[in-house]
């Protein structure tokens, strides 16, 4: 069967006509559940209330109810990212227009996300009248044009007769572009059935993107010329390799050509850190040691799925050259300054010329040379205020195949970035569209999909003051999260790119406020560290005595307390703002 969002198309069973499990909301539901989603990120609403008891009713699809529809929105991020596909459910404007900037996040972030709206009685269209939770005018069409800008299709489902083909050409377009996609159903609609409803054997499928067989011979011959005159060449895995499904091609690639192999900022976690061409994060002059060098003097590089923007680059500061560059993208090759060649899958073009390239045996071998591993933070007094960098060498050594990392914008976007992956860790960053509070809800989501590992967040206060209120849907839950609270006092990277009063915030008491939100329901344990002894402590227990817990660690850091890296790229990225 075809392979759908990450999951496996399965097809309906074959049931009479059944009026209960044919209305509409139960065929939503049903194809959720068919591309691989079983969790549901909501809030309700006198205009998704009716097709919320459809959904409910459908097994194997769970409802989660969310504290805000920004963090539902965040939610089904985290969700898509695990699964493949992810889904919502909001009430009209008031939280269509909530949840509108995590779904443009996800469009940013090139993540399938099933928004859907309960919309207003398919019969007050037309008629002038106001409705509620509107702005006030007799307009239906406001929330409409605000997603047309941050989804890839739009479905207005007002009437049975076609709601079948737009509900299905929704998905479809959602999970073939891999963005967002708007479907409102009228509130009215939901509980009635149809027969295009029915358990009939309607199966969910896909018809597969296919490569130009001859645009495709022409790229390989045309890159294998390229590359194989090259003496140094090197391999940089970006973000796109996901939407592309090109990240086993990626590595088979670079296991038949013999290149080092790099990943940009936003591509870490799609490239395997424990590939033995592996070199580390090619991020100009805030890359992993020597890797820069490495990149930055070969004499040919691929790049497969890059996104160049202001920050990956490093304010427009990377010493590459477009004639040593071949840049794979999702449908396109860029060979240097000759042409483009359109209308190539990734996946395709990678295993294709993983059979045209000669073995280069040397490629890594010259970073092995010169490599000198990143020094050790110093070793702490007894009871020193507790270190930042001391802080990441401890989580490092939390990480196995078991567990996923989720990094807040802010400083632990490099913290984090520094972290040495093992085979199997999930690591997950929204470094496109670097929305504050998003790992909250994007931890919620992640953790409800993927039940085998433990997440561990690292979120800094300022960005947690955002979302916060979603811990309590990740107890509802039962879920088993460990979160690092960075409390530095402010927004810390701000500071570094420019510096002024507003970059304070208020302290809080964040374990109070945990504690609070806890309230005795649910399995919850928080603490604060202040110094190393304290940190070994938290973990222990974290990942002892309280490993069934959700594990809320406030680490009680110095404000002026940043990564080298972020100083960095501070100045850089506010020179390219000036
Ligand atoms: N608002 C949103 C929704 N997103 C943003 N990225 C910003 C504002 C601008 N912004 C980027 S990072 C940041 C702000 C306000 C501060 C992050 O502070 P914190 O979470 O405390 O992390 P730190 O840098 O201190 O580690």
């Known amino acids: 069967p075809p392979k759908i969002g990450g999951a496996t198309c399965v097809q309906s069973s074959s049931v009479p006509f059944n009026s209960t499990e044919a209305t509409l909301g139960r065929h939503l539901a049903r194809r959720l559940v068919q591309i691989g989603v079983s969790d549901v990120f909501s809030v309700p609403g006198d205009f ?97 044009r605000c997603f047309q800008t941050v989804t890839c299709f739009q479905a207005v489902v007002n009437n049975l007769e076609d709601a079948h083909e737009l509900i299905d050409t929704a998905i479809s377009t959602a999970l073939k572009e891999s963005k967002p996609v708007y479907i409102s159903v009228g509130c009215n609609l939901s509980a009635i059935p149809h027969p295009t409803f029915s358990r009939e054997p309607v199966p969910f499928s896909l018809s597969p993107k296919l490569s130009n067989k001859m645009g495709l011979e022409a790229a390989v011959e045309a890159a294998a010329m390229f590359l194989n005159k090259a003496v140094k060449p090197v391999m940089v895995g970006g973000p796109k390799l996901r939407v592309a499904h090109a990240c086993q091609a990626f590595v088979e690639l670079a296991d038949a050509s013999g290149y080092a192999v790099a990943v940009t900022p936003s591509g870490k976690g799609l490239v395997p850190e ?41 304010g427009y500061s990377l010493l590459l050259k477009k004639e040593k560059a071949l840049i794979v993208q999702p449908d396109r090759v860029l060979i240097g300054n000759g042409p483009t060649f359109g209308c190539i899958l990734m996946k395709d073009f990678l295993e294709a010329l993983a059979k045209r390239l000669k073995k280069n045996t040397t490629a890594y071998e ?75 809800g994007a931890t919620l989501g992640y953790a409800q999909a993927a039940t085998d590992k433990r997440v561990i967040a690292c979120i800094g206060d300022g960005s ?57 329901q649910g399995n919850c344990w928080t603490t604060k560290v202040f110094c190393e002894e304290d940190l070994i402590e938290a973990i222990e227990t974290a990942t002892g005595a309280k490993k069934d817990c959700l594990c ?27």
């Open 366 to 440: 010259n970073y092995h040379r010169i490599y000198v591993p990143e020094g050790h933070p110093l070793q702490c007094v007894p009871k020193e205020a507790l270190r930042v960098n001391v802080l990441f060498e401890h989580i490092q050594k939390m990480l196995s195949s078991d567990t996923a990392v989720i990094a807040e914008t802010g400083d632990s976007w490099f913290n984090c970035q520094k972290l040495k992956l093992p085979q199997g860790c999930g690591y997950e960053f929204q470094m496109q569209y670097g929305s504050i509070g998003w790992s909250v």
């Open 464 to 520: 947690f003051q955002v979302t916060a209120q979603d811990v309590s849907t990740m107890l509802r839950c039962g879920q088993k999260n460990i979160i690092f609270l960075i409390n530095n006092g402010g927004y810390t990277i701000e500071v570094e790119i420019h510096d002024g009063p507003y970059n304070v915030i208020k302290n809080w008491n964040y374990t109070g406020l945990v504690d609070a939100i806890h309230n005795g």
């Open 48 to 144: 998704n209330l009716t097709l919320l008891d459809h959904l409910v009713a459908e097994p194997g699809l769970n409802l989660v109810g969310c504290c805000n529809e920004l963090n539902a929105g965040y939610a089904a991020d985290g969700y898509a990212r695990s699964r493949g596909v992810g889904a919502c459910v909001v009430t009209f404007t008031v939280g269509g227009l909530s949840v509108l900037n995590a779904i443009a996040g996800a469009y940013s972030e090139n993540l399938p996300i099933i928004c859907i709206v309960g919309g207003p009685n398919s019969n007050d269209y037309g008629t002038n009248r106001i409705l509620h939770h509107t702005i006030g005018l007799p307009d239906f069409s406001q929330e409409l």
């Open 274 to 314: 424990h590939h033995p061409h592996f070199i580390g994060t090619y991020w100009g002059a805030v890359s992993t040691a020597f890797c820069a060098e490495i990149v930055e003097s070969a004499d040919a590089y691929v790049f497969a799925g890059p996104i160049f923007n202001d920050y990956s680059s490093v």
């Open 552 to 578: 809320f660690i406030e680490v009680m850091a110095h404000k002026d307390d940043t990564s080298k890296e972020l100083l960095e790229w501070g100045s850089r990225v506010s020179a390219a703002n000036s």
